[in-house]
């Protein structure tokens, strides 16, 4: 017996949903990091390339499977075409390996948000903090504990209730408070001192105009591959949330447009967390500042913040974090959506049993995590010559492995065994006019296989 399907209340809530789950925490401090180390502008103009291509096909193809099929991705595949079920199996390990250690870093936001709201900046800047708490026993466990908490709360509620009612809550606030701070950022000027006074418009202009200083063909190469991965992960693609989301979408609305308007978000957000980092950190630390990479958002921003005064900074620091928490948030719930429909369709459960068992496992999985910096501390060196221990290790095999060759065969799957047609007629469903659907059978035949295996192949260092 088949039960109607849940489906998003309209064309809004499904690109609020699906945009709160692209906009994550790579596009706030993996972002700005990337354009600040590959010549600002000319990043941006390769990335937004990249968007209205590579990502387009991409993203379109995993929402039209999922509203084509009317299933999460653990059956999805298997509606496609029967021999490439497992191709479900691989769309489900996905956000079930990712889920424990985004929930933990999200954990870490709801840390420092809580620290610099009490008042106590100044902690925060303190040289080891981050290392402190990270390694500390108790304190990550319990703030994965809070930030899963909230997120199984809206899974629990359901599509309309819970996921569809959050985002449209959280995301109109969230471009508001990066607009906000985007524009603050870059009214910023401080002299340092050895007297020399630097702006946020300085820094605003290392961030969009592109520098071709020392260019050559394999820092082109570099630039792009950078892009494109951040791209990748950015657009939540190959974890199966796309697939998931798109089955909640509604036959009526028009799947393009849809697709589009979830790309110009995650894109536009993208831009204007560059602005608001770059022109911060530039003013306070110069350029030496963008080479913090990963560590920019819980060590260096903080001290950016205390630049600014104990009350300003502290102002501003706890409007951050509060937009790191929206973006996080919106982005694990959508992990956990991915599993949770999965299971429910797949093996008939309830929302509810789908959600408690799903979070239970998402929370343990987090546990050992955590405990990774700590009592279960090793250090392992990755293909890629980078040294990690189990968070790095998680996010390695789904990232760097796993998600490429899953998009790569999706790829294959639709692009040459059940061809680019079913995709094209789902995206053409109810009269819906496809200007670029010729575009969409060269992308998703050649152009995206190509990219989609450079990328699996930077991840054993071939383009470092």
């Not at 930030?147 to 985002?167: H, L, P």
């Amino acid at each position: 017996m088949n039960i109607e399907r849940t489906t998003f209340s309209g064309h809004l809530g499904f690109v609020l949903a699906a945009a709160g789950s692209a906009v994550g925490l790579g596009n706030i401090w993996r972002f700005p990091y990337l354009a600040a180390k590959n010549g600002g502008g000319l990043f941006l103009f390769v990335y937004i390339c990249l968007v209205l291509t590579f990502g387009f096909a991409l993203l379109l193809t995993e929402v039209a499977i999922g509203r084509k099929t009317q299933q999460g991705p653990l059956s999805a595949y298997k509606r496609i075409h029967p021999n490439w079920a497992w191709l479900g199996l691989l769309a489900t390990i996905i956000p079930a390996i990712i889920l424990p250690y985004y929930s933990l870093i999200g954990g870490w936001v709801v840390k420092y948000f809580t620290v610099l709201a009490t008042g106590n900046l100044n902690n925060a800047t303190q040289d080891g903090f981050f290392g402190g708490f990270i390694t500390a026993q108790w304190s990550p466990i319990i703030f994965h504990t809070i930030f899963f908490a909230a997120t199984a709360a809206i899974i629990y509620a359901g599509v309309n209730k819970g996921i569809e009612r959050i985002s449209k809550i959280l995301m109109p606030l969230l471009l508001l408070l990066v607009l906000g701070i985007a524009i603050y950022s870059c009214t910023l000027v401080f002299t340092d001192e050895n007297g020399v006074t630097r702006t946020g418009m300085q820094g605003l202009a290392i961030y969009l105009i592109p520098d071709f200083t020392g260019m050559t063909f394999g820092r082109l190469l570099g630039v792009i591959m950078d892009a494109l991965g951040q791209l990748f992960y950015s657009l939540s693609i190959a974890m199966g949330i796309m697939i998931a989301y798109g089955s909640y979408l509604k036959k009526s609305d028009n799947l393009p447009k849809s697709v589009n308007r979830v790309q110009i978000f995650d894109t536009g957000v993208a831009i204007l967390a560059g602005m608001m980092v770059i022109p911060a950190v530039f003013t306070f630390m110069g350029t030496e500042g963008f080479g913090a990479g990963p560590g920019l958002m819980f060590v260096s921003l903080p001290k950016v913040f205390q630049a600014m005064g104990s009350v300003t900074g502290t102002v501003i620091g706890v409007l951050f974090f509060a937009m790191v928490f929206f973006a996080a948030l919106t982005s694990c719930i959508s992990i956990l959506e991915a599993i949770v429909s999965s299971l429910m369709d797949e093996f008939k459960w309830t929302r509810k049993k789908a959600t408690v068992i799903g979070s239970i496992y998402g929370w343990l999985l987090g546990i050992f995590v955590a405990l990774g910096y700590n009592l279960l501390y090793f250090e392992y060196k990755l293909p890629n010559g980078s040294t990690a221990q189990i968070l790095d290790i998680f996010d390695y095999v789904s990232n760097n492995i796993m998600m490429p060759v899953l998009a790569l065969l999706t790829c294959v799957l639709i692009g040459w065994i059940v061809k680019p047609g079913t995709v094209i007629e789902e995206a053409e469903a109810g009269g819906v006019r496809f200007a670029r659907r010729g575009l969409y059978v060269f992308l998703i035949r050649f152009v995206c296989p190509v990219l989609l295996a450079l990328v699996f192949l930077k991840a054993f260092g071939l383009f470092a």
